[in-house]
């Protein structure tokens, strides 16, 4: 696939790297952000980082992290995101809020 291939949303507005964040494979997201780095900040459905918290996926959250722009995200969402954080059991990563 091409960097343009990867941008492309479903019926939902996700992307691939959503879905690859719900498996928790790190290594398909690095696949996948190695060819474009800013698929995390892309989608008009669940964004991938709010996948991966939901779900509790740990080192999926702490990958994402590194590229997500949440600051950039609504404040709505980043409320959203810090409850799924605490919700979760993923206390540490709210301070990264």
Not at 18 to 44: F, H, P, Q, R, W
């Amino acid at each position: 696939m091409t960097s343009y291939d990867l941008q492309f949303e479903n019926a939902a507005g996700n992307t691939a790297l959503t879905y690859a964040a719900a498996t928790a494979n790190v290594n398909i997201a690095k696949a996948m952000l190695d060819k474009n780095e800013d698929l995390s900040n892309l989608g008009g459905g669940m964004k991938p980082l709010f996948m991966a918290a939901s779900l509790g996926h740990s080192q999926m959250v702490d990958h994402l992290s590194l590229f997500t722009r949440i600051q950039q995200w609504d404040k709505k969402e980043q409320v959203e995101l810090f409850v799924t954080y605490a919700r979760v059991g993923l206390y540490g990563k709210c301070k990264l809020l």
